[in-house]
């Protein structure tokens, strides 16, 4: 048995040797070890190094020795002054492990959207095309949680995750900065991954997903991690986006679709965002910790045509104090055809319009229907022709502060 561990790990360090420069495979294995993690439960792992030196490599980019990124430059490129806030990363490495919307990568099945090809390149195109100028990037779902029940390949696979896209953002600092992944349900090592990422890779925030193994993110083992975050200290910012309703039943992983004609991400997603930010509300969550803002995509989903349902019934005592929060630390993204009809349910619970931003969900939305939820923002009687600019370029700002430098 020892000696085919010694075999298997010879094997992976000549593999190694020819896969990536040792400096920024060392780099960040030494940084994995020192917080007890193992990448080498990966198989992929030598490809994905492979990728992210190839990102560093690609402009001449050092991997950094210090312990923090400085804040990004926003507004710099030229090409406009539209922010995006939902925007997805979805490198070669990841489409294989991943290679469905919201899937379970041991069986490949809990999406139907099949991951599309996306690169840097294609990104900047669309962004020029769109008058984009910064973009935050995170993994869609299924993110860090591809191997249901697997500890160790969770927890591996997202530092890999936030290291792949701390090297977009430092490759391409006027262009992209990025939610890091967590390896929740696992919560004290998610803690870990959170420190990791905002405090030495410069994350601005945490992506979650609206479910970590079939835990909607209230789940009482989770309060140690929401106290981590709200104990880092200033504004942190979470960004849930939906994922698969998982069951576990004896062992067996289940997506929760009953309506299995449409895949998970055109409905189920919606449905998810409503579960997870009731759940935060019932549990009180979000009253509890106070210096944590969310950011909604898709405005929220089916989540605001809950809240009276909810709360005007058995939990009446959260209703006005859940409102107050929704109004102040919740801000709500435009991704999808949300600007049609959609808007106007959000807006009657007197959501500041300053809380709106813009979201394109690139590479998910085709540039027809990009273009065309667009039109319907810019179209949208609702909103002043400076309320429709703010959205676009500035609400941002007040949301992220002094985590992005303004130029």
């Given at each position: 048995?020892?000696?085919?561990?010694?075999?298997?790990?010879?094997?992976?360090?000549?593999?190694?040797?020819?896969a990536?420069?040792?400096?920024?495979?060392?780099?960040?294995?030494?940084?994995?070890?020192?917080?007890?993690?193992?990448?080498?439960?990966?198989?992929t792992?030598?490809?994905i190094l492979?990728?992210?030196?190839?990102?560093?490599?690609?402009?001449?980019?050092?991997?950094?020795q210090?312990?923090?990124?400085?804040?990004?430059?926003?507004?710099?490129?030229?090409?406009?002054?539209?922010?995006?806030?939902?925007a997805?990363?979805?490198p070669?490495?990841?489409?294989?492990?991943?290679?469905?919307?919201?899937?379970?990568?041991?069986?490949?099945?809990?999406?139907?959207?099949?991951s599309?090809?996306?690169?840097?390149?294609s990104?900047?195109?669309?962004?020029?095309?769109?008058?984009?100028?910064?973009?935050?990037?995170?993994f869609t779902?299924?993110?860090?949680?591809?191997f249901?029940?697997?500890?160790?390949?969770t927890?591996?696979?997202a530092?890999?995750?936030?290291e792949?896209?701390a090297?977009?953002?430092?490759?391409?600092?006027?262009s992209?900065?990025?939610?890091?992944?967590?390896p929740?349900?696992?919560?004290?090592?998610a803690?870990?991954?959170?420190?990791?990422?905002?405090?030495?890779?410069?994350?601005v925030?945490?992506?979650?997903?609206?479910?970590?193994?079939?835990?909607?993110?209230?789940?009482?083992?989770?309060?140690?991690?929401?106290?981590?975050?709200?104990?880092?200290g200033?504004?942190?910012?979470?960004?849930?986006?939906?994922?698969?309703?998982w069951?576990?039943?004896?062992?067996?992983?289940i997506?929760?679709?009953?309506?299995?004609d449409?895949?998970?991400?055109?409905?189920e997603?919606?449905m998810?965002?409503?579960?997870?930010?009731?759940?935060?509300?019932?549990?009180?969550?979000?009253?509890?910790?106070?210096?944590?803002?969310?950011?909604?995509?898709?405005?929220?989903?089916?989540?605001?045509?809950?809240?009276?349902?909810v709360?005007k019934?058995?939990?009446?005592?959260?209703?006005?104090?859940?409102?107050?929060?929704?109004?102040?630390?919740?801000?709500?993204d435009?991704?999808?055809?949300?600007?049609?009809?959609?808007?106007?349910?959000?807006l009657?619970?007197?959501?500041?319009?300053?809380?709106?931003?813009y979201?394109?969900?690139?590479?998910?939305?085709?540039?027809?229907?990009?273009?065309?939820?667009f039109?319907s923002?810019?179209?949208?009687?609702g909103?002043?022709?400076?309320?429709?600019?703010?959205?676009?370029?500035?609400?941002?700002?007040?949301l992220?502060?002094?985590?992005?430098?303004?130029?």
């Amino acid at each position: 048995m020892k000696f085919g561990v010694l075999v298997s790990a010879t094997v992976l360090a000549a593999r190694l040797a020819h896969a990536v420069p040792t400096s920024i495979a060392d780099a960040i294995m030494s940084r994995a070890s020192r917080d007890g993690i193992d990448l080498s439960v990966l198989d992929t792992m030598p490809d994905i190094l492979a990728a992210i030196t190839d990102t560093y490599n690609e402009r001449g980019v050092q991997y950094p020795q210090d312990d923090r990124k400085k804040a990004a430059r926003v507004g710099s490129r030229g090409v406009g002054n539209i922010f995006d806030i939902h925007a997805h990363a979805e490198p070669d490495w990841y489409r294989k492990v991943a290679p469905f919307t919201g899937g379970n990568a041991d069986r490949n099945d809990g999406g139907g959207t099949p991951s599309p090809a996306w690169n840097v390149s294609s990104h900047l195109d669309f962004m020029q095309t769109i008058g984009i100028s910064h973009s935050i990037l995170g993994f869609t779902s299924p993110s860090a949680n591809a191997f249901l029940g697997d500890k160790e390949r969770t927890v591996a696979l997202a530092r890999l995750i936030n290291e792949q896209l701390a090297a977009y953002a430092r490759t391409y600092p006027d262009s992209f900065n990025f939610f890091a992944a967590m390896p929740l349900p696992y919560t004290d090592e998610a803690i870990t991954e959170l420190k990791y990422a905002v405090q030495e890779l410069g994350a601005v925030g945490v992506a979650l997903m609206s479910n970590h193994e079939g835990h909607y993110l209230g789940y009482d083992s989770f309060t140690p991690f929401w106290q981590a975050m709200d104990g880092l200290g200033g504004r942190q910012v979470v960004y849930v986006h939906p994922t698969t309703p998982w069951l576990n039943v004896n062992e067996t992983w289940i997506p929760a679709n009953p309506y299995s004609d449409i895949d998970e991400s055109r409905m189920e997603f919606y449905m998810e965002t409503a579960r997870t930010f009731i759940d935060l509300t019932l549990t009180q969550t979000i009253h509890n910790f106070t210096n944590t803002h969310f950011v909604l995509p898709h405005i929220g989903g089916a989540f605001p045509t809950m809240i009276d349902r909810v709360l005007k019934t058995v939990h009446t005592e959260l209703y006005e104090s859940s409102l107050e929060i929704y109004r102040t630390r919740f801000w709500w993204d435009s991704a999808s055809p949300t600007y049609f009809h959609q808007i106007n349910g959000l807006l009657a619970y007197d959501i500041p319009k300053a809380n709106l931003l813009y979201g394109t969900d690139y590479p998910f939305i085709s540039a027809a229907v990009t273009a065309a939820d667009f039109d319907s923002i810019m179209a949208y009687p609702g909103l002043s022709d400076e309320e429709k600019e703010d959205l676009l370029s500035n609400n941002y700002k007040t949301l992220f502060g002094d985590k992005l430098h303004f130029q």
